[in-house]
T-cell receptor, first 116, second 113 residues
Framework: NAGVTQTPKFRVLKTGQSMTLLCAQD?????MYWYRQDPGMGLRLIHY???????AKGEVPDGYNVSRLKKQNFLLGLESAAPSQTSVYFC???????????????FGDGTRLSIL | DQQVKQNSPSLSVQEGRISILNCDYT??????FLWYKKYPAEGPTFLIS?????DKNEDGRFTVFLNKSAKHLSLHIVPSQPGDSAVYFC????????????FGPGTSLSVIP
């Protein structure tokens, strides 16, 4: 019962480099989300997906791209990393949308990303 | 401007006593409220929720109270245990499944044995 798995767990990048964070869920959830967590800011939604082949912008989408080619996977890409993107990134999934009662999100354990 | 506020970044409580974590929100359209618990190096896990049609929801040692007129909710943990030491996030969303969840900044609870 893996739930939501994020890879990698840690990464250090140089400014301008690119990388992709992978999120995989085995719960057959329709909805998937990418958040970033910064000190004193809580969790902020970057992008989300309401089903395979769909993506939508969240609260802080600039500098990131996402893809959902398969229902179980949700990829977050940084095309040209910047120091402001240093953060802890969490992926989550849910059976129904975020606002649906009694359908809380299931989170992965996070990816700690440092941009030098 | 934060729509969900947790004004206490940290809280320390003696084991066996009550822990009270507070949360305030500004958006009157919020209809559904959740609390998540997070241990270091792990993702948040859902703890308890409450709909705006209720003023209280209880699950074991955890009770959430909602005061809509004051736009305030609180999480009570009784009795507090050392294993409850974690960061607690308050979150809120609107009525539909299309509404996004807005998270507060979190409160770090330490339960002292």
């Amino acid at each position: 019962n893996a739930g939501v798995t994020q890879t990698p767990k840690f990464r250090v990048l140089k400014t301008g480099q690119s990388m992709t964070l992978l999120c995989a869920q085995d719960m057959n959830h329709e909805y998937m989300y990418w958040y970033r967590q910064d000190p004193g800011m809580g969790l902020r939604l970057i992008h989300y997906s309401v089903g395979e082949g769909t993506t939508a912008k969240g609260e802080v989408p600039d500098g990131y791209n996402v893809s959902r080619l398969k229902k179980q996977n949700f990829l977050l890409g940084l095309e040209s990393a910047a120091p402001s993107q240093t953060s802890v990134y969490f992926c989550a999934s849910s059976y129904e949308g975020q606002g649906a009662p009694n359908q809380p999100q299931h989170f992965g354990d996070g990816t700690r990303l440092s941009i030098l | 401007d934060q729509q969900v506020k947790q004004n206490s970044p940290s809280l320390s409580v003696q084991e066996g006593r009550i822990s009270i974590l507070n949360c305030d929100y500004t958006n009157s359209m919020f209809d559904y409220f959740l609390w998540y618990k997070k241990y270091p190096a792990e993702g948040p896990t859902f703890l308890i929720s409450i709909s705006s049609i209720k003023d209280k929801n209880e699950d074991g040692r955890f009770t959430v109270f909602l005061n809509k007129s004051a736009k305030h909710l609180s999480l009570h943990i009784v009795p507090s245990q050392p294993g409850d030491s974690a960061v607690y996030f308050c979150a809120a969303s609107g009525k539909t499944s299309y509404d996004k969840v807005i998270f507060g900044p979190g409160t770090s609870l330490s339960v002292i044995p």
